[in-house]
């Protein structure tokens, strides 16, 4: 153990002498690169290209390059290999630079800048369209195994405020490797193309790749100005709804389903919201889910309109926009039930309107009192209460005689004589 130490010490020794062979010393100059070149090739696509300098030192280490793109949007990365491909718009020009760099103990060597760039497109200012706007949609297609699903492409813009009147523009897309011209266009009134569609692209379902579109123009009175747009597909895809909704209720229990949309995507691939509409009480519900069913505790004496749309999950793709609602289905109860208990609330507070006019009207023609006089009052005398009435008979005589008597209580009598 102990005689391996000086070995082991002489090898650690031995490897840091080779590492400062290899580390450049405060002699060593990293030179710029050489042959910069900037190419198009498709669109807003260039191919930036250069060489290392044929003079740079080596000395066993490996170089770096770094990257800086100036326009059309600043950027910057490092690479080892001496071509990049550069996805952007060009419409406004571009330029770009790169230098050869070596890290060296955590610190950074760099040669000089060297730069190449590409001028605008000539064009009258003004002219290239404006407000250009695409979306994509998926349907399904029965003749291709290989490929059940098809990508179409719309895209609108908006003429160029300085364009003659016989401008002409023309839309042509690029995806992946594959360029396409518009074939179908829709115009304005001057016969100018203001929209394309195309019925079927090269374009991914499931794709990730920027979709890059351009639009050229032409006029016999002024160079057109191009345009063109980068566009990430999560971003202008528009989902289809979910299909064969159904629902169903048992009791107070409302029972919601749906199949996937027409897409590339799987069943696993899609987020859902759920609205339920209260037809008789005006509520509106919305749920989300992230599977294909819906259960709910309900009343059972409304009618229900229920939608679903999608969205596709941020665990297969960026979250992009949700689809339209599905088409309204419709539970419960008939609605003409809630026009029927209108009816009658209706009915109800008319009869108490009439009945209240009547009353009214009653009242102030005192049609009442003479419908219904008043019950006489008693008199008023005290002694009149006392008044009798004796009818006395002759024993044989047919003559009868009435004999009215007063009785006098006591108490008056006793008034009387106090009174004297």
Not at 3 to 22: K, N, R, S, Y
Not at 86 to 111: E, P, Q, Y
Not at 187 to 201: G, H, I, M
Not at 356 to 380: D, I, Q
Request: aromatic share 10%.
């Amino acid at each position: 153990m102990i005689t391996m130490v000086p070995e082991l010490l002489i090898l650690l020794g031995t490897t840091a002498i080779v590492q400062a062979d290899l580390l450049p010393d405060k002699k060593f100059v990293l030179l710029p690169p050489a042959n910069f070149t900037i190419k198009v090739t498709g669109l807003a696509q260039v191919l930036l290209r250069w060489e290392p300098n044929p003079d740079q030192e080596q000395r066993g280490v490996t170089l770096e390059y770094q990257v800086k793109i100036n326009a059309p949007q600043e950027d910057d990365y490092e690479t080892r290999s001496t071509a990049s491909k550069c996805v952007t718009i060009l419409h406004k020009g571009f330029s770009a630079s790169v230098r050869t760099i070596l890290w060296s103990n955590r610190s950074l060597l760099a040669s000089s800048w060297v730069s190449a760039a590409l001028e605008a497109p000539a064009g009258l200012p003004g002219t290239s369209i404006v407000n250009l706007t695409c979306s994509t949609n998926t349907a399904a297609v029965n003749y291709t195994h290989s490929r059940p699903y098809q990508v179409s492409l719309h895209c609108t813009w908006l003429v160029g405020q300085n364009a003659p009147e016989d401008t002409q523009y023309f839309l042509y897309y690029r995806y992946g490797s594959w360029t396409e011209e518009c074939q179908e266009y829709s115009k304005d009134s001057l016969k100018r193309n203001t929209a394309c569609w195309f019925p079927r692209t090269s374009i991914s379902g499931k794709g990730r790749e920027q979709l890059a579109v351009r639009v050229n123009g032409s006029s016999r009175l002024a160079a057109i100005q191009p345009f063109d747009r980068l566009f990430a597909l999560h971003a202008i895809d528009r989902v289809n709804p979910p299909m064969d909704v159904t629902a169903e209720i048992e009791g107070t229990h409302l029972s919601v389903q749906w199949e996937k949309p027409v897409s590339a995507f799987p069943i696993h691939c899609f987020d859902y919201e759920v609205k339920i509409y209260n037809t008789r009480t005006g509520y509106f519900q919305t749920e989300k889910r992230t599977i294909n069913t819906f259960i709910s505790i309900i009343d059972d004496i409304s009618k229900y309109s229920i939608q679903v749309r999608a969205a596709v999950s941020p665990a297969c793709r960026v979250k992009g926009l949700w689809s339209e609602w599905s088409q309204p289905i419709y539970v419960g109860k008939d609605e003409q039930k809630p026009l029927t208990e209108w009816f009658l609330i209706v009915l109800m507070a008319t009869i108490c309107l009439i009945l209240l006019t009547l009353s009214l009207v009653c009242r102030t023609g005192h049609l009442w009192t003479k419908l219904f006089p008043p019950v006489p009052e008693p008199k008023s005398s005290i002694k009149d209460l006392f008044v009798t009435i004796n009818y006395e008979k002759a024993g044989s005589s047919e003559t009868e005689i009435e004999v009215t008597s007063y009785v006098e209580e006591p108490g008056f009598d006793i008034l009387k004589d106090s009174v004297v």
